[in-house]
């Protein structure tokens, strides 16, 4: 296998890689100490020949990504990953690209009626009936020069891609469903899946009270922290972690001495910018007017779920799922059953292909045009 480190090698792969329908990719990075994730290692293979796959080494001083970024823009080849939600943040925050057109085998698996979310080693064992070494899955890829284990290991996420992709795409075409996987992916391919805004970072963290004034410390905490976080591109939890940020809600710490009196606070955010940034945040949340304070969205909470009718719905998304060979959870979740039981109808459950499959037929059983009957192993439907 071959390591590209200078951008000509680059350059004349991915000239030769234009020529083909398809390229399959995928990436090792690190983020254990890091905000956003590190890129070490891009891999890439096209179909010309079974040996044609190549390691391109983003640490290498001659290199620059930039004939790779040009190929990732080129509409006439399609780039096939496995999970590419992580693959996708990088190119997009580091290089402002998402590789278009876009496959991603775990979608079309669920699809094709693989199961939910789907690993890559389970469909090269089914598809391209092989084994994995995973040997070298928690290796660190910024460490050079690379083994020839992590090298074997690397270029296997994108030689079995090949077939795996060239399987998928044989079953979508003969099944139609081609346009399920473009509807699924162009949550992937949307700038907005990928922005973290510190302002809204208070929604993740947990707490046991939602009260508006306790939130209002909880907004401004977070929302230092996350800020900070970016602009340091240091773990979040470095700063502090979110049982930190709920006790220092509750304490209210007004100076240094209230703050190192913190049982749950890093000593290294008892001073300086982040001891500061603490205090400043505090000070920020106690000057809240009453029609400022941040409110939790509970909406869910108060819906008037009838129980039998999201026990029938339940019934009714797995005798679809079976019926369509597609996994239950990409359809529909628990939540949106029991939003749909309460009256909800701006889901996505109800829209696009999942209303086709699913969703026109679960407001008729809302509706009481439709019932549910059991023949021998099958559910089936039954107007009223």
């Known amino acids: 296998m071959k390591t590209i480190t200078t951008t000509d090698e680059l350059a004349a792969f991915c000239k030769e890689?234009?020529?083909?329908?398809?390229?399959?990719?995928?990436?090792?990075?690190?983020?254990?100490r890091t905000y956003y994730s590190k890129l070490c290692l891009v891999q890439v293979a096209h179909p010309g020949a079974p040996d044609a796959a190549v390691l391109v080494d983003p640490l290498a001083e001659e290199l620059s990504l930039d004939p790779l970024l040009d190929l990732f823009r080129d509409e006439s080849v399609i780039k096939v990953f496995h999970a590419a939600r992580q693959d996708l943040e990088i190119f997009w925050l580091e290089f402002g690209v998402f590789p278009l057109p876009l496959f991603d085998t775990q979608v079309a698996a669920m699809v094709c009626g693989f199961g939910e979310q789907v690993g890559y080693e389970t469909l090269?064992?089914?598809i391209a009936k092989e084994g994995l070494d995973k040997s070298s899955r928690f290796t660190d890829w910024s460490r050079r020069p690379l083994t020839d284990a992590q090298k074997t290991y690397a270029v296997a996420d994108v030689t079995h891609l090949r077939e795996i992709y060239e399987h998928l795409a044989a079953e979508l075409e003969r099944t139609d469903r081609a346009r399920w996987v473009q509807e699924e992916l162009s949550i992937l391919t949307d700038?907005?899946?990928?922005?973290?805004?510190?302002?809204?970072?208070?929604?993740?963290?947990?707490?046991?009270?939602?009260?508006?004034k306790f939130m209002a410390y909880v907004k401004e905490l977070a929302e230092f922290r996350e800020g900070y976080a970016q602009n340091r591109n240091v773990p979040r939890s470095r700063v502090f972690k979110d049982d930190a940020l709920v006790e220092l809600a509750s304490t209210k710490p007004k100076n240094m001495k209230d703050l190192g009196r913190s049982r749950l606070l890093l000593r290294e955010a008892r001073k300086g910018d982040i001891a500061d940034g603490i205090l400043a945040a505090i000070d920020r949340a106690g000057k809240y007017a009453p029609e400022d304070l941040p409110k939790v969205d509970r909406s869910r909470e108060k819906l008037q779920v009838n129980p039998a009718l999201a026990d029938l719905l339940r019934v009714l998304l797995k005798a679809k799922a079976d019926e369509e060979n597609v996994a239950q959870k990409l359809i529909a979740t628990v939540t949106d059953l029991d939003a749909i039981a309460a009256g909800e109808r701006d889901l996505p459950a109800l829209k696009g292909w999942r209303k086709e499959v699913f969703g026109a037929d679960a407001i008729k059983l809302c509706e009481g045009s439709m019932g549910l009957a059991v023949k021998g192993q099958r559910v089936k439907l039954v107007s009223l």
């Open 191 to 212: 700038p907005g899946t990928y922005e973290i805004k510190p302002a809204e970072a208070w929604k993740r963290v947990k707490t046991r009270t939602n009260s508006g």
């Open 124 to 126: 090269v064992r089914k």
């Open 17 to 32: 890689a234009s020529n083909y329908p398809y390229v399959t990719v995928d990436t090792e990075f690190l983020r254990e």
